[in-house]
């Protein structure tokens, strides 16, 4: 067995609703803009232009139920997503078979540096450094397609101190998950492990450090993440 130089990094899991083990996590994939009222709010056309992703990395996903306020910004973004976390893959997926390859869903956050991302977006640059920061997604458990089902439906909502920011319903996404797992596929090949973020509905904006956040999805439960 080959020796390596530095120690190994820890494995990124995920925990599973009702159970002991854990889900190891190989890359997370985002979509961008997939409910309309969400893509106007962000001064965008909501017609359903062909999806667009971006990536986290695994060990931005964070399950602790705490988000740190994160350095070199002053305008720190919720958005509330349904997570798809996928047992296996391969390439050139058909949206029928799609599905089968789903392990279960959860909750997540996707914190956005804003002002970070639209100095990018204003230079044409990549957004990483707006979206790819240290626990940048908070994230519940996942609860197993087995016992949950494929959710299409469900109201989703987050409050920030009690208060309704975001609404929305899993069945307003322009695009619906085996959509984007099929399309993914097309340019890169899935693989046990992937995790997809699949989008917020309208009412994104800003936190502050002591605010508390609650997340509910019908039927996936809820996520209280505090700002710290």
């Known amino acids: 067995m080959a020796e390596f130089v530095i120690a190994t990094p820890e494995v990124v899991a995920l925990p599973i609703a009702g159970s002991d083990a854990l889900f190891p996590v190989r890359r997370v994939y985002c979509i961008g803009r997939n409910y309309a009222a969400h893509a106007i709010e962000m001064g965008h056309d909501p017609d359903r232009e062909p999806p667009f992703f971006f990536q986290k990395n695994p060990n931005n996903l964070d399950s602790s139920g705490t988000f740190p306020y994160p350095p070199h910004s002053s305008d720190v973004h919720h958005e509330a997503e349904m997570y798809v976390a996928l047992k296996s893959g391969g390439a050139n997926i058909s949206v029928d078979k799609a599905l089968d390859h789903v392990y279960g869903y959860g909750l997540s956050l996707d914190m956005t540096r804003r002002d970070l991302q639209s100095e990018m977006k204003k230079m044409g640059r990549p957004w990483e450094i707006g979206k790819a920061f240290e626990r940048s997604a908070p994230c519940g458990p996942i609860h197993p397609a087995s016992e949950v089902g494929h959710p299409d439906k469900g109201h989703l909502s987050l409050t920030v101190n009690g208060e309704v920011r975001q609404e929305g319903d899993l069945n307003q996404m322009i695009w619906k998950v085996p959509e984007m797992i099929s399309y993914l596929s097309e340019y890169f090949e899935l693989a046990p492990g992937d995790v997809i973020q699949s989008g917020t509905p309208s009412g994104v904006g800003p936190v502050e450090k002591g605010d508390v956040m609650v997340m509910t ?12």
């Open 217 to 228: 999805i019908d039927g996936l439960g809820s996520l209280t993440v505090d700002v710290a």
